[in-house]
Each structure stands twice: as C-alpha cells, then as structure tokens.
C-alpha cells in the first residue's frame, strides 16, 4: 500500500526566498511521485513526476524534486520564490505496476511574501 | 495534448436536489475513470474507480447510493450526487487515463449545496 505524508499545511517564503516542500512516502514497492499544483480557483496541473529514471526530476516554472530512496522522500524546490508562485502543492505516489490508483498528500499551501 | 473536459465548473443547488457533474476524455479512449473528492483544507480524496461497461468500485466509506457513477462510454463519466445536503459542498475532481495514455486530471467542479 502506499500513502504520503505531507510536512507544514502551510508554508511562507519572501519573494526571491528558496522554496521548499517536503514529501515523505511510504510503498511496498518503488513507485512513482508526482508533484501537482493547485492555483485559486483552477484545477490541478502536473509539476514533475518521477517515473524511476533520472532521481533529480525538472518541472515546469523552475521547479524541480529529487527522489531519495534512502531517506523515501520527494521534497520539492525552487531556489527564487515568485508571487505567481502562490497556490496548493499535492505529492503523490502510485503504484508503477497498476499506474491508475494516485494517493495524495494532505497538501501545502505556499504563501509569498512580498 | 489530450485533454479531460469536467462539467461544470460550479455549481449551486438546493438541499434535497439531485447534481450530475461530467467528464469527458476529448481526444482519446478513457478505458478507466477516478472520482475525487477535495474538503476543505484537506487533500483529495479517491471516491471510486470507473472502468468503462462496469459497475464502479467504491473506496471505503463513500455511499454508492449517494454518489452515483456511471461510465457507459470511452469518452464519458458522469458523477450524480443525489439528494445532496450541505455537507456535500465540496471541490470534486475527476481523471482518466486510456490504453499506453498517461493520467489526465479534470479541471474539477465547485459544489455548493444551500
């Protein structure tokens, strides 16, 4: 089974600041992770996804997530804060075999401070 | 791209009506279609899985009569919250993903039930 533990609901950083969002995650078997963004009012768009090819993942808008084994975690960063970049951030994980099944975070709502 | 239509976007009901929200794949074959569910402050939660031409599967602790799901095509799932109450506003999304076709996410629905 797996499942995904989201560290700080809320998170604020100063513009310029790095920004970073922990994910913590827990498979039987290695799995895929993704990170999905969430501004106001729209629905959910696709950050990164690691898919067990390169650990260090690049997304869209500067961010970027490194995959750790050994310590099971996804944080996601970005090292300059724009205000633009203010929205809700889900991890996710699911099973590489089925592929279908997501399991998401309690998410983290990233606050920029002029 | 492919891309997955939901429908509507918001919506407003009264107490005791019935609310269908669709989703559509628009330019491939949905063999497979998930329902969340987003409370307030909280993550998505996984209603249940369509498979098209079958009865959903529902995750543990949602009311199949109440939230009725219906995948009768490749290319449409439809979401009816019957008899809804107050306490089923919420932010609904859907996904779906076909053969070798990666998971696509809706842009969700805002229910709201006065």
């Known amino acids: 089974a797996q499942s995904v533990t989201q560290l700080g609901s809320h998170v604020s950083v100063s513009e310029g600041a790095l920004v970073l969002l922990r994910c913590n995650y827990s498979?039987?078997?290695?799995?895929?992770l993704f990170w999905y963004v969430q501004y106001p009012n729209q629905g959910l768009q696709l950050l990164l996804k690691?898919?067990?090819?390169?650990?260090l993942v690049k997304g869209i808008n500067g961010f970027e997530a490194e995959f750790k084994k050994s310590e099971t975690s996804f944080h996601l960063t970005k090292p300059s804060a724009h205000m633009s970049d203010a929205a809700e951030y889900f991890c996710a994980v699911s099973d590489p075999d089925t592929g279908n099944q997501f399991y998401f975070g309690t998410g983290t709502s990233l606050t920029v401070i002029p | 791209g492919a891309v997955v239509s939901q429908h509507p976007s918001w919506v407003i009901c009264k107490s005791g009506t019935s609310v269908k929200i669709e989703c559509r794949s628009l330019d491939f074959q949905a063999t497979t279609m998930f329902w969340y569910r987003q409370f307030p402050k909280q993550s998505l939660m996984l209603m249940a899985t369509s498979n098209e031409g079958s009865k959903a599967t529902y995750e543990q602790g949602v009311e199949k009569d109440k939230f009725l799901i219906n995948h009768a095509s490749l290319t449409l799932s439809t979401l009816t919250v019957t008899s809804a109450h107050p306490e089923d506003s919420s932010f609904y999304i859907c996904s779906a993903r076909g053969p070798g076709s990666p998971l696509h996410f809706g842009n969700g629905t805002r229910l709201t039930v006065t």
């Open positions: 498979s039987s078997v290695p799995p895929y």
């Open positions: 690691y898919t067990s090819a390169a650990t």
